[in-house]
């Protein structure tokens, strides 16, 4: 079974940008990966998925602001974070959108922390 690991999270301005890593331990390249966050108190948030053929769709909150891409080769999904706001501070998941269960479908998480 894959596991994924979220990497790239940190301290960043208003304004800034991030990007954020999502490396599996085995091959992802048939699977539609997706990413989510969640801040404190809120439900998990879909911000958008990309398919194994690199098309990508985004939720209207992140649409034009978060970049989402793929790397199969290096087994990476990457989360682009531009304009970034106060309240895009959250902590950010990726997940397999094809796993055999929820429990392994999703990595550990990324924080991302928007503060002057």
């Known amino acids: 079974q894959v596991q994924l690991v979220e990497s790239g999270g940190g301290l960043v301005q208003p304004g800034g940008s991030l990007i954020l890593a999502c490396t599996a331990s085995g091959s992802i390249s048939e699977f539609a990966m997706a990413w989510y966050r969640q801040a404190a108190g809120n439900r998990r948030e879909l911000l958008g998925n990309?398919?194994?053929?690199?098309?990508?769709a985004y939720s209207e909150s992140v649409r034009n602001r978060f970049i989402i891409s793929r790397d199969n080769t290096k087994k990476t999904v990457y989360l682009q974070l531009n304009d970034l706001k106060y309240e895009d501070t959250a902590t950010y998941y990726c997940?397999?959108?094809?796993?055999?269960?929820?429990?392994?479908?999703w990595g550990p998480g990324t924080l991302v922390t928007v503060s002057s």
């Open positions: 997940k397999n959108e094809d796993a055999p269960s929820d429990e392994a479908a």
């Open positions: 990309i398919h194994s053929g690199g098309t990508a």
